[in-house]
Protein backbone atom coordinates (compact mmCIF):
# COMPACT_ATOMS: atom_id res chain seq x y z
CA UNK A 1 0.00 0.00 0.00
CA UNK A 2 2.54 2.53 0.95
CA UNK A 3 4.46 1.89 -2.30
CA UNK A 4 1.18 2.09 -4.13
CA UNK A 5 0.80 5.44 -2.60
CA UNK A 6 3.98 6.73 -2.90
CA UNK A 7 4.45 6.35 -6.58
CA UNK A 8 1.61 8.31 -6.97
CA UNK A 9 4.11 11.06 -5.68
CA UNK A 10 6.81 9.96 -7.49
CA UNK A 11 8.99 7.93 -5.13
CA UNK A 12 10.10 4.39 -6.64
CA UNK A 13 10.83 1.45 -4.54
CA UNK A 14 14.67 0.05 -5.10
CA UNK A 15 17.36 -2.09 -3.66
CA UNK A 16 20.26 -1.24 -2.06
CA UNK A 17 23.35 -1.67 -3.15
CA UNK A 18 25.56 -2.99 -0.27
CA UNK A 19 22.55 -4.94 1.13
CA UNK A 20 20.52 -7.52 -0.73
CA UNK A 21 17.37 -7.50 1.70
CA UNK A 22 17.01 -3.38 2.24
CA UNK A 23 15.11 -1.39 0.16
CA UNK A 24 14.83 2.27 -0.36
CA UNK A 25 12.65 5.25 -1.66
CA UNK A 26 14.27 7.36 -4.04
CA UNK A 27 17.62 6.97 -1.85
CA UNK A 28 15.12 7.12 1.28
CA UNK A 29 16.66 3.39 2.82
CA UNK A 30 14.13 1.93 4.97
CA UNK A 31 16.27 1.01 8.27
CA UNK A 32 16.41 -3.08 8.75
CA UNK A 33 16.34 -4.44 12.13
CA UNK A 34 18.98 -6.49 13.09
CA UNK A 35 19.94 -8.79 16.01
CA UNK A 36 21.54 -6.63 18.02
CA UNK A 37 19.45 -3.42 17.39
CA UNK A 38 18.91 -1.57 20.44
CA UNK A 39 18.28 -3.48 23.41
CA UNK A 40 17.91 -6.99 21.29
CA UNK A 41 19.76 -9.66 21.72
CA UNK A 42 20.32 -12.13 19.05
CA UNK A 43 16.99 -11.71 17.64
CA UNK A 44 15.40 -13.01 14.94
CA UNK A 45 16.06 -10.58 12.15
CA UNK A 46 15.78 -12.52 8.74
CA UNK A 47 13.93 -11.29 5.47
CA UNK A 48 13.51 -7.54 5.80
CA UNK A 49 11.96 -6.28 9.18
CA UNK A 50 11.59 -2.41 10.62
CA UNK A 51 11.34 -1.33 14.09
CA UNK A 52 7.58 0.22 14.79
CA UNK A 53 7.56 4.10 15.97
CA UNK A 54 4.09 4.50 16.69
CA UNK A 55 2.04 7.17 16.47
CA UNK A 56 0.82 9.07 19.45
CA UNK A 57 -2.39 9.43 21.06
CA UNK A 58 -5.32 7.10 21.38
CA UNK A 59 -6.97 7.47 17.68
CA UNK A 60 -3.88 9.22 15.44
CA UNK A 61 -5.76 8.14 12.77
CA UNK A 62 -9.66 9.57 11.55
CA UNK A 63 -12.06 6.44 11.89
CA UNK A 64 -15.27 5.63 10.42
CA UNK A 65 -18.23 3.00 11.44
CA UNK A 66 -20.05 1.13 8.65
CA UNK A 67 -23.44 3.08 9.49
CA UNK A 68 -21.65 6.62 9.05
CA UNK A 69 -20.41 5.47 5.43
CA UNK A 70 -23.94 4.38 4.63
CA UNK A 71 -25.83 7.07 6.44
CA UNK A 72 -23.33 9.49 4.31
CA UNK A 73 -21.80 11.13 6.84
CA UNK A 74 -18.06 11.17 6.20
CA UNK A 75 -16.93 14.23 4.24
CA UNK A 76 -15.39 13.22 1.02
CA UNK A 77 -11.94 14.92 1.67
CA UNK A 78 -11.09 13.64 4.23
CA UNK A 79 -10.46 10.53 1.97
CA UNK A 80 -9.08 11.70 -1.05
CA UNK A 81 -5.94 11.49 -1.89
CA UNK A 82 -5.37 9.23 1.56
CA UNK A 83 -4.99 5.24 2.50
CA UNK A 84 -7.85 3.87 3.46
CA UNK A 85 -7.56 0.75 5.36
CA UNK A 86 -10.90 -1.31 5.96
CA UNK A 87 -11.07 -4.00 8.60
CA UNK A 88 -12.78 -5.20 11.69
CA UNK A 89 -12.85 -3.29 15.34
CA UNK A 90 -14.79 -5.97 17.11
CA UNK A 91 -13.34 -7.33 20.45
CA UNK A 92 -14.98 -10.52 19.54
CA UNK A 93 -12.87 -11.42 16.36
CA UNK A 94 -9.26 -11.08 18.85
CA UNK A 95 -7.55 -9.28 16.19
CA UNK A 96 -5.67 -6.85 19.08
CA UNK A 97 -2.07 -6.92 19.65
CA UNK A 98 -0.92 -5.96 23.21
CA UNK A 99 1.17 -2.53 22.65
CA UNK A 100 2.35 -1.34 26.01
CA UNK A 101 3.94 1.49 24.12
CA UNK A 102 1.26 3.81 23.03
CA UNK A 103 -2.00 4.92 24.29
CA UNK A 104 -4.77 2.44 23.82
CA UNK A 105 -7.90 2.04 25.21
CA UNK A 106 -8.25 -1.15 26.84
CA UNK A 107 -4.88 -0.22 27.55
CA UNK A 108 -2.17 -1.22 25.62
CA UNK A 109 -4.60 -3.22 23.13
CA UNK A 110 -4.29 -2.13 19.40
CA UNK A 111 -6.77 -3.98 16.60
CA UNK A 112 -4.98 -4.99 14.00
CA UNK A 113 -6.15 -3.15 11.32
CA UNK A 114 -4.50 -0.26 13.04
CA UNK A 115 -1.29 -1.96 13.27
CA UNK A 116 -1.22 -1.76 9.27
CA UNK A 117 -1.98 1.88 9.48
CA UNK A 118 0.48 2.62 12.00
CA UNK A 119 3.04 0.66 9.73
CA UNK A 120 1.78 2.45 6.41
CA UNK A 121 2.31 5.93 8.05
CA UNK A 122 5.66 5.41 9.06
CA UNK A 123 6.68 4.58 6.13
CA UNK A 124 4.96 7.16 4.03
CA UNK A 125 5.93 9.64 6.87
CA UNK A 126 9.87 8.92 6.53
CA UNK A 127 9.83 9.39 2.87
CA UNK A 128 7.63 12.31 2.18
CA UNK A 129 8.33 14.19 5.70
CA UNK A 130 11.78 12.82 7.14
CA UNK A 131 10.56 11.24 9.80
CA UNK A 132 13.29 9.09 11.56
CA UNK A 133 12.37 5.50 11.71
CA UNK A 134 14.05 3.64 14.93
CA UNK A 135 17.35 2.37 14.57
CA UNK A 136 20.36 1.17 17.16
CA UNK A 137 24.06 2.69 17.04
CA UNK A 138 26.59 -0.33 14.86
CA UNK A 139 27.68 -2.95 17.42
CA UNK A 140 31.50 -1.14 17.44
CA UNK A 141 29.57 2.04 18.71
CA UNK A 142 27.11 0.05 21.16
CA UNK A 143 30.89 -1.59 22.34
CA UNK A 144 32.25 1.83 22.47
CA UNK A 145 29.60 3.75 24.55
CA UNK A 146 29.60 0.81 26.77
CA UNK A 147 33.59 1.38 27.75
CA UNK A 148 33.43 5.26 27.47
CA UNK A 149 30.70 4.82 30.15
CA UNK A 150 32.75 2.69 32.37
CA UNK A 151 35.42 4.75 31.95
CA UNK A 152 33.67 7.61 33.06
CA UNK A 153 32.37 6.14 35.94
CA UNK A 154 35.88 5.38 37.08
CA UNK A 155 36.78 9.15 36.43
CA UNK A 156 34.35 10.40 38.48
CA UNK A 157 35.53 8.51 41.27
CA UNK A 158 39.08 9.63 40.91
CA UNK A 159 38.42 13.00 40.52
CA UNK A 160 35.88 13.52 43.57
CA UNK A 161 37.85 11.77 46.70
CA UNK A 162 34.89 12.30 48.97
CA UNK A 163 32.16 9.36 49.01
CA UNK A 164 29.47 12.21 49.10
CA UNK A 165 30.84 13.90 46.12
CA UNK A 166 31.46 11.02 44.24
CA UNK A 167 27.39 9.80 44.33
CA UNK A 168 26.54 13.42 43.58
CA UNK A 169 28.62 13.60 40.60
CA UNK A 170 27.55 9.78 39.58
CA UNK A 171 23.87 11.03 40.23
CA UNK A 172 24.38 14.18 37.66
CA UNK A 173 25.76 11.51 35.38
CA UNK A 174 22.98 8.83 35.12
CA UNK A 175 20.04 11.72 34.46
CA UNK A 176 22.02 12.83 31.74
CA UNK A 177 22.72 9.83 29.93
CA UNK A 178 19.30 9.09 30.62
CA UNK A 179 18.14 12.45 29.11
CA UNK A 180 20.38 12.23 26.11
CA UNK A 181 19.32 9.04 25.21
CA UNK A 182 15.89 10.20 25.25
CA UNK A 183 16.12 13.19 23.34
CA UNK A 184 18.58 11.05 20.61
CA UNK A 185 15.11 8.66 20.17
CA UNK A 186 12.67 11.31 20.01
CA UNK A 187 14.75 13.62 17.63
CA UNK A 188 16.87 11.02 15.41
CA UNK A 189 14.93 8.08 16.37
CA UNK A 190 18.49 5.91 17.32
CA UNK A 191 18.24 3.49 20.49
CA UNK A 192 20.81 3.68 22.06
CA UNK A 193 21.96 0.85 24.92
CA UNK A 194 20.96 2.27 28.06
CA UNK A 195 20.72 -0.19 30.50
CA UNK A 196 24.01 -1.86 29.97
CA UNK A 197 25.56 1.66 30.01
CA UNK A 198 23.96 2.76 33.29
CA UNK A 199 25.03 -0.44 35.03
CA UNK A 200 28.80 -0.13 34.01
CA UNK A 201 28.55 3.65 34.92
CA UNK A 202 26.88 2.78 38.30
CA UNK A 203 28.56 -0.43 39.56
CA UNK A 204 32.26 0.97 38.90
CA UNK A 205 31.61 4.63 40.27
CA UNK A 206 30.05 2.50 43.11
CA UNK A 207 32.93 0.05 43.83
CA UNK A 208 35.45 2.62 43.91
CA UNK A 209 33.42 5.03 46.02
CA UNK A 210 33.06 2.01 48.79
CA UNK A 211 36.67 1.35 48.13
CA UNK A 212 37.43 5.10 48.71
CA UNK A 213 35.19 5.23 51.83
CA UNK A 214 36.53 2.29 53.17
CA UNK A 215 40.11 3.78 52.96
CA UNK A 216 38.88 7.02 54.81
CA UNK A 217 37.51 5.03 57.63
CA UNK A 218 40.88 2.95 58.32
CA UNK A 219 42.63 6.48 57.84
CA UNK A 220 40.04 7.71 60.72
CA UNK A 221 40.32 4.34 62.43
CA UNK A 222 44.19 4.71 62.37
CA UNK A 223 45.68 5.58 66.20
CA UNK A 224 47.87 8.46 66.22
CA UNK A 225 51.93 8.59 66.96
Known amino acids: ?7 TKGYSLENVPDDEWAVAFNHQELTRFRPNTGGYIRADAEGNQLLFNFRAGQQPFRVFSWQQIKNDRVNPEWIRDRIVLIGITAKSIKDVVNVPGIDASPSG ?3 GVEINA ?12 GRSLLKGLPETG ?19 QSPGKIVFSLSI ?3 MLMGISYLLLAVLGLWLPVIPAFFVLSINGASLTAANFYRYQQKLNKPLI
Open 1 to 7: MAETYLK
Open 109 to 111: LVY
Open 142 to 160: EYFLIVVSGLFGISLARIF
Open 118 to 129: HAVSQIISAVLD
Open 173 to 175: AIV
